[in-house]
């Protein structure tokens, strides 16, 4: 009779073992999806890739010139919601129903204006529909002129450097690389930074 015993206990131990090492495997398979989830939540958030136009310090800066700028509202009509809201998350103003507020310093306007970075911004979001599969622009479309001309404008009131910090942000590549390439050729002193 024990000769008979043995062998389903052994029976049972083994099919105990496989459903606990399955449930390990499972509980380990699950911290493993979890970590990952968290670390593409944490890369939606970074950028992919910026350019610096100086060396800055990341402390508040003791005089800030762009605080003595005023909040304004810009009307948002004929614009997209992705556009709308891109600028609010890059600019962390305030965004109504048909406006969004922006920052006006020195008769110049910005998207946006960290105090605590000295740092004034501007969103470029959805650019990329107006380059070719090259880059480069679409013969029919003419505002990259004026988009260069607000990138003076601006860097002409973004001063002194240091504190004063101008970082213009991309939602696509191609408008990215393009407008990185021609504010350098520039050699305005803007910061790019490719963040989708």
């Not at 965004?95 to 000295?118: H, L, R």
């Amino acid at each position: 009779m024990a000769a008979l015993v043995i062998p389903a206990i052994e029976a049972v131990v083994a099919r105990v073992l496989v459903v606990m090492g399955v449930g390990a495997v499972a509980g380990a398979a699950g911290d493993a999806a979890r970590k990952q989830q968290k670390e593409a939540d944490k890369a939606k958030s970074t950028p992919i890739a910026r350019t610096d136009a100086q060396t800055k310090a990341k402390e508040k800066c003791k005089e800030c010139p762009p605080d003595a700028g005023t909040p304004f509202n810009r009307s948002t009509a004929g614009w997209s919601e992705t556009s709308i809201a891109y600028q609010a998350r890059i600019a962390g103003l305030p965004v109504g129903s048909g406006f969004i507020t922006e920052w006006m310093f020195g008769g110049v306007t910005f998207d946006g204006f960290d105090s605590s970075q000295c740092t004034l911004k501007e969103a470029k979001a959805k650019y990329d529909q107006f380059f070719d599969d090259y880059g480069d622009p679409q013969e029919w479309w003419k505002g990259d002129e004026p988009l260069l001309a607000e990138a003076s404008r601006q860097s002409a009131v973004a001063k002194p450097i240091p504190p004063v910090q101008l970082r213009w942000y991309f939602m696509q590549p191609m408008s990215y690389r393009f407008f990185s390439k021609a504010l350098a050729s520039m050699r305005l002193p803007i910061e790019t930074v490719f963040y989708p």
